[in-house]
T-cell receptor, first 114, second 117 residues
């Protein structure tokens, strides 16, 4: 079974530029999460989708971050414009359904904003 | 408020030593789940174990064992006879089933384990 796929693996941009990350969850997983992991910290949830609807985006900085999951499968996370403090690893995870099963994580996209 | 604390930032051991990673959590829910994940240098988080709040039995899986104690709100992880391949960052996480039953994971800050040959 294929795991959670993310691209790109690495991205370096200048502040005020925009960037987009892509995630393809495990086939059949209805729940998709985006987490932000700043160096030396644990991951923090940015947004959670159930199929193509948003379940929780309370921690998403909506003035600069946006995410979509149009067909309930792939998802993109965008930052526009990026700030230095957005430098982090962005992890995508999926789960068969919402609840307490935990989640399966991708390898992440390491973003460096200079 | 929900919170997970991993007080040990870094641990260094020599191969074959036993090592215990501590995890203390806070939650008001009576039903919740606890997890351990491993994050090797490749970056992805690898699921190790899930435990629900009603099951306080300790669990052993090969060289790994987990000790869950509700009385002290702790969920500690022990690696017996550590190996170099165990070197990674280990995260403890909490998922609440009442306050936020969406499956959202609340992570600790992680413990970096270095196993030297």
């Amino acid at each position: 079974e294929a795991g959670v796929a993310q691209s790109p693996r690495y991205k370096i941009i200048e502040k005020r530029q925009s960037v987009a990350f892509w995630c393809n969850p495990i086939s059949g997983h209805a729940t998709l999460y985006w987490y932000q992991q700043i160096l030396g910290q644990g991951p923090k949830l940015l947004i959670q989708f159930q199929n193509n609807g948003v379940v929780d985006d309370s921690q998403l900085p909506k003035d600069r971050f946006s995410a979509e999951r149009l067909k309930g499968v792939d998802s993109t996370l965008k930052i526009q414009p990026a700030k230095l403090e957005d430098s982090a690893v962005y992890l995508c995870a999926s789960s068969p359904r919402p609840g307490t099963l935990g989640a399966f994580f991708g390898q992440g996209t390491r973003l460096t904003v200079v | 408020a929900q919170k997970v604390t991993q007080a040990q930032t870094e641990i260094s051991v020599v191969e074959k030593e036993d090592v215990t990673l501590d995890c203390v959590y806070e939650t008001r829910d009576t039903t919740y789940y606890l997890f351990w994940y491993k994050q090797p240098p490749s970056g992805e988080l690898v699921f190790l174990i899930r435990r629900n709040s009603f099951d306080e039995q300790n669990e052993i899986s090969g060289r790994y064992s987990w000790n869950f104690q509700k009385s002290t709100s702790s969920f500690n992880f022990t690696i017996t006879a550590s190996q170099v391949v165990d070197s990674a960052v280990y995260f403890c996480a909490l998922s609440e089933a009442v306050t936020s039953n969406t499956g959202k994971l609340i992570f600790g800050q992680g413990t970096t384990l270095q196993v030297k040959p």
